[in-house]
């Protein structure tokens, strides 16, 4: 599965001010029960699910918080770009300010890291992560994931 299959413009929150983990978690929580009628408290407990394992922060200023959803159907995919970075206990130290927020089916497994796998490798580019850092508006943005 594509992950520029998976975007959708509605799913794309730029210049968000948001200033911690937990206020992001909840409002990628809304951003779904808004755009795809999920439960936004059983999303929020997923992502936090998965950071109470690890952080999510890659370094670089990004992070992939990631989980697993009982009863959903496809892997859904939220893009945020925060106005100043926050904490997120990265591997490198650095604050964040460009998530990747990923949901995927309780038993997703291979398309779960495959899923992954494209984000990391889209975020490893020094070009593209300041692009997608960058964009003024969501089409922009997509327009850099495909570059």
Do not use: C, W, Y
């Amino acid at each position: 599965m594509n992950l520029q299959q998976l975007l959708s413009p509605s799913h794309i929150l730029l210049g968000q001010d948001i200033t911690s983990k937990k206020r992001l978690f909840e409002e990628v929580g809304f951003l779904f029960e808004r755009t795809a009628h999920l439960n936004r408290a059983a999303v929020t407990e997923s992502l936090f699910a998965r950071e109470r394992l690890g952080s999510t922060g890659l370094g670089d200023g990004v992070a992939i918080p990631h989980g697993r959803l009982k009863g959903l159907k496809e892997p859904k995919i939220a893009i945020v770009q925060l106005q100043s970075p926050i904490g997120f206990d990265a591997l490198d130290g650095a604050p964040v300010d460009l998530l990747f927020a990923l949901l995927v089916p309780e038993n997703a497994t291979q398309k779960h890291l495959d899923l992954l796998a494209q984000i990391a490798e889209i975020l490893s580019d020094d070009a593209k992560r300041s692009m997608l850092k960058t964009a003024t508006d969501a089409h922009e943005l997509i327009k850099a994931l495909a570059a």
